[in-house]
């Protein structure tokens, strides 16, 4: 499980993670460190923003053609991209910075920083609420496209296969179309673009008064790749390599950087 779904929101498990941690390192700093409440919440309030600023800045500095393409996507800050390393390096910047008279007090600050990083990491790694592939390969499912003629998604294989699951009621899934449809455009590349459980005329008159073009837009009425790709929400999405192997997945929706550096590392080349 890599999100949790609450109605139509998506919540991003790593993301609950943080949250949860920095509770606990509120609770632990305030308990521990002996500062005064204005001070603590100074250092505290800092430390979270350093974190944000620090981690979303070294991402885009690590993928700066995507970001060059669409500048403004550095603000969109509930997608992902965000650096722990550079994040962690701003936090203990802020936290010496801000407690420099407290020497003793900066360096409890400083370990129980680490610590609550390390424990995010860890969360990360082990995944305790569910993580993995719900799939090994490409499904043995046929569906059929707008013309009405069906494809069976093994077929595929041969090619890197971007399978994403959407609906036209989804403000996300609208949001990534257009960035999928550039990917489709790649030699090597097969997107296909499965809607869940809405009507042939809906799908059809949407991706014609948005000029949107794919190969494989599919029609899933039963949502069967919901169940088969144990979807908890929409937009879905996986990266299936030319051998028909399932080794990426993400939940909510992509960044033009996270499906970039998808596409770097598993390009079929023809």
Not at 184 to 207: F, H, K, M, P, T
Request: proline share 6%; glycine share 8%; hydrophobic share 50%.
């Amino acid at each position: 499980m890599d999100a949790i779904a609450l109605g139509p929101v998506l919540l991003s498990v790593p993301r609950l993670y943080a949250l949860g941690i920095a509770l606990l390192l509120l609770a632990l700093s305030a308990w521990l460190l002996g500062l005064p409440r204005g001070e603590h919440a100074r250092w505290f309030n800092g430390l979270i923003l350093a974190w944000l600023v620090g981690a979303r800045t070294g991402h885009v500095l690590l993928h700066l053609d995507a970001y060059a393409e669409a500048p403004l996507d550095i603000l969109k800050l509930w997608q992902p991209g965000f650096h722990g390393l550079w994040g962690l390096l701003a936090a203990l910047l802020w936290t010496g910075w801000s407690l420099r008279q407290h020497l003793l007090r900066l360096i409890g600050a400083m370990a129980l920083t680490v610590g609550a990083a390390s424990l995010w990491l860890v969360l990360v790694t082990l995944a305790p609420l569910g993580g993995g592939m719900p799939i090994d390969e490409l499904p043995d499912l046929t569906l059929e496209n707008l013309d009405g003629e069906t494809l069976n998604l093994r077929e595929l294989r041969g090619e890197t296969v971007v399978l994403n699951l959407w609906a036209t009621w989804c403000p996300p899934c609208l949001r990534e179309l257009p960035l999928l449809a550039e990917a489709d455009s790649r030699d090597g590349v097969s997107v296909v673009i499965a809607n869940q459980g809405e009507e042939l005329l809906q799908v059809l008159r949407y991706l014609d008064d948005q000029a949107l073009a794919f190969r494989y837009p599919l029609l899933d009425p039963r949502q069967e790749l919901m169940v088969l790709l144990e979807a908890p929400g929409l937009p879905t999405t996986l990266l299936f390599d030319a051998s028909g192997r399932a080794v990426e997945r993400h939940v909510g929706e992509l960044s033009r950087a996270q499906l970039g550096a998808w596409l770097d590392r598993h390009h079929a080349t023809p």
